[in-house]
């Protein structure tokens, strides 16, 4: 009796853990195809940016039945339109299909690379901190406004990176930060910090934010309450720290607005000289490649 007892019991354990690892297993799958969907969305966002060609992100979203007209890849170029597809208040920019998404960017990388840093442009925010005084100094971020509305600073790396932390470098009036968001490889953005700004009150200061749910992403996007913090609330660099302790700083950045001059956009005169320069150079390569055929077969 006894031993029946203590085998059924035994029975009905394996039972219910045979149970549990399935319930396990169909979890465990469920993870692994969600890792393997994201894997495939960012090797489609890096694809998109035709591997380095294009940065900072400004706008993705789904027209799946474009594979008939751009097929599986199509680096469309610079469009101005503000409407498509049914998608509103779309921003100009360098259009990529990449199926079943199109990707708006802001910059050429190429292009980017060459401007100078405006002073207080958002692009100050890019690279490693160099403003180590507290004060208005031109090499950080300031918004258009010292306190007239909300403002948003996004922030784009080079990779996709765990977000365990995030730094950000205040050097002016800090304490403004109220929620820190990042974005996933389908485009979608998710809250990942919201709270009191640790900088509250200090003159330069760094706001370490742990990350309680870590996630991958290329960009990140820091909301500030700029009105009820009085003063310019200047950001000079935003590091992310990955699972490892390895420090991120971002290549790119965008904001709500800049007490920076407008970008001089380049004028079409200018674009079309540069191109007729271009044409003009392999020209001249490839009259002085038929010549050398010719002395060739002179010989
Ligand atoms: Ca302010």
């Known amino acids: 009796m006894q031993r029946t007892t203590s085998f059924a019991l035994r029975a009905a354990g394996l039972v219910a853990g045979a149970a549990l690892l399935v319930t396990l297993n169909a979890a465990d799958q469920a993870d692994v195809k969600r890792a393997d969907e994201e894997k495939k969305q960012f090797a489609d966002l890096k694809k998109a940016s035709v591997d380095g060609k294009y940065q900072m992100l400004l706008r993705q979203f789904k027209v799946a039945e474009d594979k008939d007209t751009y097929t599986e890849f199509n680096d469309y ?54 403003t180590d005084m507290a004060g208005d100094i031109q090499t950080a971020w300031a918004s258009a406004t010292p306190d007239g509305q909300d403002e948003w600073l996004m922030l784009e790396y080079a990779e996709p990176v765990l977000v365990k932390e995030v730094h950000v470098h205040e050097t002016y009036n800090p304490g403004a930060l109220t929620r820190v968001t990042a974005f996933k490889a389908d485009g979608s953005e ?92 392999d020209l001249k390569a490839q009259i002085k490649r038929l010549e050398e055929m010719l002395d060739k077969k002179d010989k």
């Open 77 to 130: 170029g610079h469009y101005t339109g503000n409407n498509y597809a049914g998608f509103n208040d779309l921003p100009a920019g360098h259009w990529v299909y990449v199926f079943p998404n199109w990707y708006i960017w802001r910059d050429q990388s190429a292009d980017a690379a060459q401007r100078e840093k405006r002073a207080w442009g958002p692009e100050q925010a890019t690279g490693k901190p160099d």
């Open 190 to 281: 998710v809250e990942i910090w919201k709270g009191k700004d640790p900088s509250a009150g200090k003159d330069i200061a760094v706001s370490v934010l742990e990350i309680k749910k870590p996630m991958v992403a290329t960009r990140i996007k820091l909301y500030l309450d700029s009105p009820n913090v009085p003063g310019w609330n200047e950001i000079d660099a935003v590091g992310i720290k990955d699972g490892r302790g390895k420090m991120y700083w971002a290549v790119s950045a965008d904001a709500s607005s800049t007490f920076a001059q407008p970008q001089q956009p380049e004028r079409d005169g200018e674009r079309r000289i540069r191109q007729l320069e271009r044409e003009v150079r």
